[in-house]
């Protein structure tokens, strides 16, 4: 079955960085584009970034454009978001997400701006900013 662990949040101080990443299994990794999504205390999903199956196109929120990174690493099963300048507005329990096959890109994340489906999320790892 798809699993997808998340790893790296912790509590850090406005302006320092993070690193998360997420470990996927049972299915083929390298097939499917992927997703960060988070959530805030009393809000809804934001989906933060995405990236495409070959890792070659990424896209953005415009709140983190320049502050985050995403890539994968399709030998490791592994995506990573290299989070920078952190925010208090970026406290949040973050997602990794399984987007679309690569074969129904239109549908995805990148295109929609949209949270993938959440069938297929990580359990979240959490991330505050805070002095």
């Known amino acids: 079955q798809v699993q997808l662990v998340e790893s790296g949040g912790g509590l850090v101080q406005p302006g320092g960085s993070l690193r998360l990443s997420c470990v996927s299994s049972g299915f083929t990794f390298s097939d499917y584009y992927m997703s960060w999504v988070r959530q805030a205390p009393g809000m809804g999903p934001e989906w933060v970034s995405g990236?495409?199956?070959?890792?070659?196109?990424?896209r953005y929120t415009d709140t983190v454009k320049g502050r985050f990174t995403i890539s994968r690493d399709n030998a490791k099963n592994t995506l990573y978001l290299q989070m920078n300048s952190l925010l208090p507005g970026d406290t949040a329990l973050y997602y990794c997400?399984?987007?679309?096959?690569?074969?129904?890109?239109?549908?995805?994340?990148?295109?929609?701006?949209?949270?993938?489906?959440?069938?297929?999320w990580g359990q979240g790892t959490q991330v505050t900013v805070s002095s």
């Open positions: 990236i495409t199956n070959s890792g070659m196109a990424t």
């Open positions: 997400a399984r987007d679309t096959h690569y074969q129904d890109y239109l549908s995805s994340s990148i295109y929609t701006g949209a949270p993938p489906d959440d069938n297929y």
